[in-house]
C-alpha cells in the first residue's frame, strides 16, 4: 500500500504479514488482534487508531508515528 488515507476502518484478525505500508495514513481506525508480521512501515502514521492486540514480530519500522501528528 502506497500513499493511501483510510478512515474509519475496523479490522478483526486481519493478516497483513508481507505488506509494505509507505506513505499510508490511518485515521480512527481499528485493529484488533491483527498480525503485521514481517510487515514493513515506511512513514506510516496511526493517527488516533487503536493498534493494541496487534503482532509487530519482525518487521521494518521506519518512521513510523502512532498518536497525534506535528506539522
Do not use: P
Request: glycine share 6%.
Amino acid at each position: 500500500m502506497q500513499g493511501k488515507i483510510f478512515y474509519n476502518l475496523i479490522c478483526e484478525e486481519e493478516d497483513f504479514s508481507h505488506v509494505i505500508f509507505s506513505g499510508v495514513k490511518f485515521v480512527n481506525c481499528r485493529f484488533w488482534n491483527c498480525s503485521f508480521e514481517r510487515a514493513e512501515f515506511t512513514d506510516a502514521i496511526f493517527q488516533s487508531c487503536d493498534i493494541s492486540g496487534c503482532n509487530f514480530r519482525d518487521s521494518y519500522i521506519s518512521r513510523f508515528r502512532k498518536g497525534l501528528e506535528l506539522l
